[in-house]
């Protein structure tokens, strides 16, 4: 009789232990699983802001804001291909077949010359993009709107810059990660930098290190001198893949259209190579407008010049001077890459 006593006894002190350890929620969780759910809740909370460096420091800016104004003709090409709608550009800087120029519902801020600011303010954006031909009217639109974060993505190549192609390079790059966490897009934006990369090395790697080269800007059927070293294009390429420039000038600057340095002095450089922007191409819509390629295959001068005699002449992408995009960039050096490694 003592032992089954003990039994009941003994049966009863265990339901009462499980009972209290279901005490605490009633559902069999341990303070422990409650603790672990709750930090779970946290760390899944959405992130709406990132924060990003420009050229005037860092920047706190919303993800996939609304009504963008892209200003900033590095930046075009990137964002059309990502599917990033605009709410306004300057079209009239922008490639002629840019889906945002035939896109009525993007409003026409015209050129950097007279834009028409106001029409930034009329689209009520929550992000501008400024940069390079829109760079002087920063602090304009940043008082025009105060409630939209503006972010300058300038480049400095300019003659004052100390690595104008480093600055480009990472220039580049630099914007297309930036664009990459505003729109996340943070894996195309990767895969496009490293492509970029690719394109640098094989361009690198193609070049023999001894050939002279001899970059050009054709505008209104004239042949202008791209100075080695800085300004538009083909100036910091030099400093990128180590380039010998067939011709050096005192006090050459990054005028878009190319220095006034004659055609007889290009060919009296006699390059092994001639690398060409058409500037016409990207601007003109006059039927009268010459062609790069025939300019030079018909300058006098030219002829007897190695590159022209051996047909080593490489041309940029027709819409270069109005998309320096990073993809033009890559288009360009894997162009180069081609031809220089044959």
């Known amino acids: 009789m003592g032992k089954f006593k003990l039994t009941i006894i003994m049966a009863i002190f265990a339901l009462l232990l499980v009972a209290c350890s279901n005490s605490k929620g009633g559902t069999g969780e341990t303070e422990t699983d409650g603790q672990e759910n709750n930090a779970t809740e946290v760390e899944t909370e959405e992130v709406t802001t990132v924060e990003i460096t420009d050229a005037h420091g860092t920047v706190t800016v919303p993800i996939n804001p609304k009504n963008v104004v892209a200003l900033d003709n590095r930046t075009y090409e990137t964002l059309s291909d990502w599917g990033i709608e605009l709410a306004a550009a300057p079209k009239a800087v922008m490639p002629a077949d840019s889906p945002y120029v035939s896109d009525d519902s993007v409003q026409d801020i015209g050129n950097h010359r007279e834009p028409n600011l106001e029409i930034i303010a009329a689209v009520d954006p929550e992000l501008v993009i400024v940069g390079q031909r829109f760079g002087n009217y920063y602090e304009d639109i940043k008082k025009l709107v105060p409630n939209a ?187 180069l890459a081609n031809t220089l490694g044959k």
């Open 149 to 335: 974060v503006v972010i300058d993505l300038n480049i400095d190549v300019s003659e004052e810059a100390a690595t104008p192609g480093e600055n480009l390079v990472n220039g580049l790059k630099d914007a297309t990660t930036t664009l990459g966490q505003i729109f996340d897009k943070n894996e195309e934006a990767k895969q496009l930098n490293a492509d970029f990369d690719k394109a640098i090395e094989d361009a690198k790697s193609a070049y023999n290190g001894t050939d002279t080269v001899m970059s050009v800007i054709v505008s209104g059927g004239n042949i202008g001198f791209s100075a080695p070293g800085s300004g538009r294009v083909w100036g910091p390429m030099y400093e990128i893949f180590g380039w010998a420039p067939a011709l050096e000038v005192d006090k050459t600057t990054s005028d878009h259209q190319g220095d006034e340095v004659s055609v007889e002095a290009i060919a009296q450089s006699n390059p092994d190579w001639i690398f060409v922007m058409d500037r016409d191409a990207a601007v003109s819509s006059a039927s009268d407008a010459v062609p790069a390629k025939d300019v030079i295959d018909n300058a006098p001068a030219l002829q007897k010049v190695t590159a022209v005699t051996e047909g080593k002449i490489v041309y940029a992408p027709n819409d270069t001077y109005t998309n320096e995009s990073i993809q033009t960039y890559l288009e360009l050096f894997e162009n």
